[in-house]
């Protein structure tokens, strides 16, 4: 495993160019970029490659019927993963994206299995971590958000901690100093015409019902 160093002073760290362009080189050619958001540190890949999506299930020994969550860098990618967005969404996403706010949308057919976890629906979000933008903006396509670490083990908020726990299984680590962790992002879904929370997170339930 390569770590690719921020500059800039402890905390949120400056990735140089150069070290971005290799990320999403190794994303676009199969590989798993570890990444900072503004919660943990995530896993890279390229959602639409099955073989790359089955290596980061066997890095973190994940139950294959678990889904994965995605990143894109804008509310226009959507189209590229959703196929259609609820009207339930449209204040949430004007309110709370970029954050840590994952909603989950009906999926196009072409997604594969293994990332839906063999469902109809897929989770997204856009991240408002700098380092994680910038990425996004390299790969120029959506990519992996899960967190980096082993399943049943606790979710690394530094570099340090994707090092202890995956080693050399991943293949590059952009080191944007130490993330906040805690709770990861809150996860939404529809429930008949309403909201329906999957999962506790940063934002609280109470002000995504009151968005």
């Not at 400056?14 to 798993?32: F, N, S, W």
């Not at 090092?163 to 050399?168: A, I, M, V």
């Not at 809150?186 to 429930?191: C, D, L, S």
Request: glycine share 10%; net charge positive.
């Amino acid at each position: 495993m390569i770590t690719a160093q921020g500059t800039g002073s402890s905390g949120q760290q400056e990735i140089p160019h150069k070290a971005l362009a290799k990320a999403a080189d190794i994303i676009q050619q199969g590989g798993v970029v570890a990444f900072p958001t503004e919660t943990f540190y995530g896993l890279a890949v390229d959602p639409m490659n099955p073989t790359a999506l089955k290596r980061l299930f066997g890095i973190k020994k994940r139950s294959y019927d678990k889904p994965v969550l995605i990143l894109v860098d804008e509310e226009s990618k959507l189209t590229e993963l959703a196929s259609a967005i609820p009207h339930q969404y449209q204040a949430l996403i004007r309110s709370f994206w970029p954050g840590p706010l994952t909603l989950i949308f009906p999926g196009l057919a072409l997604l594969p299995p293994l990332l839906t976890g063999n469902t109809p629906t897929v989770g997204v979000r856009i991240s408002s971590h700098p380092i994680a933008c910038r990425l996004l903006k390299a790969v120029g396509s959506p990519i992996t958000a899960t967190s980096a670490n082993m399943s049943g083990k606790p979710a690394a908020v530094s570099a340090s901690e994707v090092q202890e726990q995956l080693g050399s299984k991943v293949d590059l680590v952009l080191d944007g100093g130490k993330v906040p962790g805690g709770k990861g992002s809150t996860i939404v879904g529809i429930e008949g015409a309403g909201l329906k929370l999957i999962r506790d997170g940063v934002i609280p339930y109470d002000r995504i019902l009151a968005a």
